[in-house]
C-alpha cells in the first residue's frame, strides 16, 4: 500500500555500524545489523521520498529505490551524510557510530608479543551534532538513543545537544528491544517536552511511527 506522506521529500538515513582499523587485518566495531535503519529506509520508499542510505557494513539486503552509500569508519559516514544534508528534509541517525577509533592506524598487522598491549584511542566526529549545527529551519533531525541506564535523561540531552526533532530511546536491555532482533521498544521524545511511549512492535511498525511524525513536523513546516 502506498501512503505519500513523504512525496517531494528527500530524506538522509545514517545506519549500521562502522568499522574503525587497528591495522590492515583488524577493526573495532559493535553489535548493529542496520536492521531499523533499513526498516526506515524502506518505508520512506513506500511514503513517496527520495531516499538516501549511508549505511556501515551490513549483511542487508540494500532496499529497493533508495540510493545506497556504502561506508565503512565514522569518518566516512560523516564525509558522506555531510555532502547529503544540505539536499535532505530530513536526517534519521539510526547508525551505531563508533565513538573512538585507534590513534594510529599500522601499516602492518601488529604481531603478538610477550606481555600487555595498550591500545591508544580517539575521540570521532559525532555525525549528528556537527549535522545539527547545520542544520536550517526546515530541516528535520531525528536521533536514536540507544541505552542501558537513565533512558529518558538520556534521551532529553540529547534533544537539545544534538539540535534534534526527536530522540528515538530504547532500553538495550530490554528483550526485543535493540540489536539484532526484528522488534523494538521505544519511546519518541519530541522538542516540544512531549513523549510517545510505544509498545513492543516490528522493526517496520516503529519505522512507520517515526516517518508519521516526521511527516507531520515536515508538513507543519510547509504550511508556515
Ligand atoms: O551520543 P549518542 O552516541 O548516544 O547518540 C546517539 C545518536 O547519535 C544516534 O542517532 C547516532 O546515530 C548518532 N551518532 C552520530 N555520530 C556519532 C555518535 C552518535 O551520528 N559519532
Redesign the pocket.
Known amino acids: 500500500t502506498k501512503n505519500w506522506g513523504l512525496s517531494g521529500k528527500t530524506v538522509l538515513i545514517?545506519a549500521g555500524p562502522t568499522r574503525e582499523k587497528i591495522d590492515p587485518i583488524r577493526f573495532l566495531t559493535n553489535h548493529s545489523t542496520g536492521k531499523m535503519g533499513y526498516a526506515i529506509a524502506e518505508e520512506a520508499v513506500r511514503m513517496g521520498a527520495k531516499v538516501i542510505l549511508v549505511s556501515g557494513p551490513v549483511s542487508l539486503a540494500p532496499p529497493k529505490g533508495a540510493e545506497l552509500i556504502e561506508v565503512e569508519s565514522?569518518e566516512e559516514m560523516y564525509r558522506a551524510a555531510l555532502e547529503y544534508f544540505a539536499k535532505a528534509d530530513a536526517l534519521i541517525?539510526?547508525?551505531?557510530?563508533?565513538?573512538y577509533r585507534p590513534k594510529y592506524i599500522q601499516k602492518d598487522k601488529m604481531k603478538k608479543k610477550e606481555g600487555e598491549q595498550a591500545l591508544e584511542l580517539e575521540r570521532?566526529?559525532?555525525?549528528?551534532?556537527e549535522l545539527g549545527k547545520r542544520k536550517e529551519a526546515h530541516q528535520v533531525i531525528v536521533?536514536?538513543?540507544?541505552e542501558t541506564t537513565e533512558i529518558e535523561k538520556?534521551a532529553i540531552g540529547?534533544l537539545a545537544r544534538?539540535n534534534a526533532d526527536l530522540i528515538i530511546a530504547n532500553d538495550v536491555k530490554q528483550k526485543g528491544a535493540g540489536f539484532g532482533v526484528d522488534t523494538n521498544i521505544v519511546t519518541i521524545y519530541k522538542k516540544d517536552g512531549s513523549k510517545l511511549e510505544l509498545p513492543l512492535m516490528a522493526k517496520t511498525e516503529v519505522a512507520r511511527r517515526i516517518l508519521s511524525e516526521v511527516s507531520l513536523l515536515l508538513k507543519r513546516d510547509d504550511s508556515l
Request: no cysteine; aromatic share 10%.
Open positions: 545514517t565514522a541517525g539510526t547508525a551505531a557510530v563508533a565513538d570521532t566526529k559525532d555525525i549528528l551534532f536521533g536514536f538513543a540507544a538520556h540529547k544534538k
